[in-house]
Each structure stands twice: as structure tokens, then as C-alpha cells.
Nanobody, 113 residues
Framework: QVQLVESGGDLVQPGGSLRLSCAAS????????MRWYRQAPGKEREFVAT???????NYADSVKGRFTISRDNAKNTVYLQMNSLKPEDTAVYYC???????WGQGTQVTVSS
């Protein structure tokens, strides 16, 4: 059974940093691409970042240069390092496995003074 468990969400001031984690189980993690999405209140869920099995990355324009996606295959975990956070980054952040379309439960990130 596939499980994706996110953690690391918190309340942070503008300009601050957070690192989100997504622990995966029940899949061949090292051989799969993984993604992060987010959904702000009243808005559609949107793509944030992706990382392939070989470590290639891609980002939404809105987070490019501020967020970094990475993975640790030994820990079956994908990370999202978020720097220079802005109030518009406030959202529930979801880990996503493209194969068979699995979603995690989400973790809340709130950027506010």
C-alpha cells in the first residue's frame, strides 16, 4: 500500500524559511519522479516542483530561485526547501506520486507577520 506522509508545515514570518518532508512507502521510490503541489484557500491546486528519478528538477515560475526540491533515496523521502517565503506562499502543500496518481494528506504552510 502506497503512503505519502508530509511534515514540516508551520507558521513563519515573511522572508523566513521552512523545509517540508514527504516520507514515501510502498513504492519503488528511487525509480520514480515525485512532485510537490500546493492549494491556497479558494484557489485551484497548483504545481510547485518536480524531481525525476535521476535528480533533474523543474519549478513553477512563482517559486523559482526560492524553493529547492531534493530527494534522499536511502530514506525514501523527498524534500522541499522553501526560502524567502511570501504571504502568497500560504497554502496546503501536497506530495504527489505521478504513477497511479497518489497524493499525501498535505501540510499547512502559513506565511504571516
Amino acid at each position: 500500500q502506497v503512503q505519502l506522509v508530509e511534515s514540516g508545515g508551520d507558521l513563519v514570518q515573511p522572508g523566513g524559511s521552512l523545509r517540508l518532508s514527504c516520507a514515501a512507502s510502498g513504492l519503488a521510490f528511487s525509480r520514480e519522479a515525485m512532485r510537490w503541489y500546493r492549494q491556497a484557500p479558494g484557489k485551484e491546486r497548483e504545481f510547485v516542483a518536480t524531481i525525476t528519478s535521476t535528480g533533474s528538477t523543474n519549478y513553477a515560475d512563482s517559486v523559482k530561485g526560492r524553493f529547492t526540491i531534493s530527494r534522499d533515496n536511502a530514506k525514501n523521502t523527498v524534500y522541499l526547501q522553501m526560502n524567502s517565503l511570501k504571504p502568497e506562499d500560504t497554502a496546503v502543500y501536497y506530495c504527489y506520486r505521478p504513477i497511479y496518481s497518489y497524493w499525501g494528506q498535505g501540510t499547512q504552510v502559513t506565511v504571516s507577520s
